[in-house]
């Protein structure tokens, strides 16, 4: 093990490198993931004809799917599809982008879903029959109330996504873990001290979003 | 689009990887269900070391990768003077990691169980660890079946991460088919069945398990 070695300048400022890739990376994945998601599950909470059945399948494909076979296909086997004479490339952080997000809105969906659901049936009937309408009683009764219960689960996805970024060293990305397998290339006593410091850097990022989480629960309660 | 004849061709590669995915997972399934179960007790033997050392455990992990606790055993542990091959190192990886998630699940099982029965199990005369095994455990695992059947469909899907250190699974598989066949889009859409051939079934029987459970109590 050479601690001195590993952790020479050089090697801190590309990890840095990776960890700002990983951060971008996660930043816009949490985002359209949210929004993306949020809509599908109100979709099928509302129980829309033929659009929540659809979404229905696609959300359960996608949720018991491994998220590395997500990232490969929509970087290497998307491309050589043609939809209607139309063929999608991304560069690498776009593709790891798009498919962080597809599984993740997949997963922000139930959670939102099961947030709606849970807001007892009373409070929509009672808002219904002092006279707002379908979409009024959701904007209004339903989701400020569910949202609320949703913060925990939806933050515990949110680190999910942060540490699943990682995957995406099978693209290639030039994220944190990417950056790290590299440095650990190229000396075999760089493994532990790297492993190790790039480990504290995740637990820091993602304890930080956890101990936010409680203290949101303890406030909203 | 999607040809069939990858399936036909490669089907004995398919199964191999299949079933090593299948056997990683068991391996890990039986491992992280033993290892959580120590460390979830830990955590709630009101002996402070060990409880320091179970939440340590429990919140480092659950906070980091698993692309780190597998490349741990892969290349951190050689340089310790124990080498092991990619499946070893995979599935011991992915053992440690869900051990965390598991243990979270087993406490909060165990908290559930009203402090009483503890109370009446040791004043009739049980050691702690008869009171635990004869009667917190069993009332603890009707409420721990949902969130471990979840955990072990994530199991199985991040069993994927053997594929990064060549651990033979499903993905590593198909990996190789692709380079084979460069029939990228089948290769993979059949991949992704092979997975869900094994996660779908799980997912709907943990609903309806959830389902039958709520019901019951």
Not at chain 1, 19 to 34: H, K, R, W
Not at chain 1, 48 to 64: D, F, K, M
Request: proline share 5%; net charge neutral.
């Amino acid at each position: 093990m050479d601690f001195a070695g590993a952790y020479s300048p050089e090697n801190l400022k590309f990890l840095m490198e990776g960890l700002g890739m990983t951060l971008y990376v996660a930043f816009f994945a949490i985002i359209f993931s949210f929004v993306i998601g949020c809509f599908a599950g109100v979709i099928r909470y509302m129980k829309i004809p033929v659009l929540s059945q659809v979404l229905a399948v696609v959300v359960e494909i996608l949720r018991n799917l491994p998220l590395l076979l997500i990232i490969f296909f929509v970087q290497f086997a998307v491309p050589q599809i043609s939809f209607f004479g139309i063929q999608f490339k991304f560069t690498i952080p776009v593709g790891a982008i798009i498919a962080l997000t597809l599984f993740e809105a997949a997963m922000i969906s139930e959670i939102v879903r099961a947030g709606l659901n849970s807001i007892p049936k009373g409070q929509v009937e009672a808002a219904r029959s002092s006279g707002l309408g379908t979409v009024q009683t959701l904007w209004h009764i339903v989701l400020p109330q569910g949202l609320r219960r949703m913060v925990p689960p939806l933050v515990s996805q949110f680190i999910s996504l942060l540490k699943d970024t990682s995957l995406a060293v099978i693209v290639a990305l030039a994220e944190l873990m990417h950056n790290a397998q590299i440095i650990m290339g190229q000396n075999h006593n760089y493994p532990i001290p790297i492993l190790l410091l790039v480990a504290m850097i995740y637990f820091v990022v993602n304890y930080t979003l956890s101990l936010i989480s409680r203290r949101l629960e303890t406030r909203t309660v | 689009m999607l040809d069939f004849s990858i399936l036909i061709e490669y089907f004995p590669d398919y199964m191999e990887g299949f079933l090593n995915t299948i056997q990683a997972s068991l391996i890990a399934l039986v491992g992280s269900f033993i290892l959580g179960t120590i460390i979830a007790v830990f955590r709630i033997t009101g002996i402070k070391p060990l409880q320091w050392l179970g939440t340590a455990y429990v919140e480092f992990i659950r906070n980091i990768p698993i692309l780190i606790v597998v490349l741990f055993f892969y290349l951190g542990l050689p340089s310790l003077g124990a080498r092991l091959d990619g499946f070893q190192a995979g599935t011991l990886g992915l053992t440690v990691y869900t051990s965390a998630f598991i243990a979270e699940a087993i406490r909060a099982g165990i908290l559930s169980v009203p402090k009483g029965q503890m109370e009446a199990a040791r004043s009739s005369g049980m050691s702690y660890i008869q009171s635990m095994l004869h009667v917190i455990l069993p009332q603890a695992i009707k409420l721990v079946i949902p969130p471990l059947s979840n955990q072990f469909i994530n199991l199985i899907k991040n069993s994927s991460v053997l594929t990064i250190v060549a651990g033979l699974d499903l993905m590593y598989f198909a990996d190789s088919i692709n380079g084979d066949s460069y029939a990228t889009v089948s290769t993979y859409i059949f991949t992704g069945m092979f997975y869900l051939i094994l996660t779908l079934p799980m997912s709907y029987g943990s609903h309806v398990l959830e389902r039958r459970l709520a019901k019951s109590s």
